[in-house]
Nanobody
Framework: QLNLVESGGGLVQPGGSLRLACAAP????????FGWFRQAPGKQLEELYC????????THVDSVKGRFFVSRDMANGTVYLHMYSLKPEDTAVYFC?????????????????????WGQGTQVTVSS
């Protein structure tokens, strides 16, 4: 399993932007699929994006399409979630996760339970 460390959360006004980082020290990023999730108060954990081993981002969440994007820095072993035009309903704890090594090079896990490594989460609050 990987040791994932998230950072970059905080308080932002509606319409603002944040970049969350998920550091995976020592990991070869293209050997893993990474996921970004969020959990708002009183709601279930929601998968926002998956980035497979070859670097293809996949999302099924209409509310973040065109506003949230993922990228990775292979040299620094870090995956990013770029969030723009933030709304109060984006307020949540955001988590990154990784699938097993070499298991999801061309695909993404089908279920949250298929991600085996999880970060500690970072709070994002969108409020004026």
């Amino acid at each position: 399993q990987l040791n994932l460390v998230e950072s970059g959360g905080g308080l932002v006004q509606p319409g603002g932007s944040l970049r969350l980082a998920c550091a995976a020290p020592g990991a070869t990023l293209d050997s893993f699929a990474f996921g970004w999730f969020r959990q708002a108060p009183g709601k279930q954990l929601e998968e926002l994006y998956c980035l497979n081993g070859i670097g293809v981002p996949i999302t099924h969440v209409d509310s973040v399409k065109g506003r949230f994007f993922v990228s990775r820095d292979m040299a620094n072993g870090t995956v990013y979630l770029h969030m723009y035009s933030l709304k109060p309903e984006d307020t949540a704890v955001y988590f990154c996760a990784a699938g097993p090594e070499r298991s999801y090079i061309y695909t993404c896990p089908n279920a949250k339970s298929d991600f085996e490594s999880w970060g500690q989460g970072t709070q994002v609050t969108v409020s004026s």
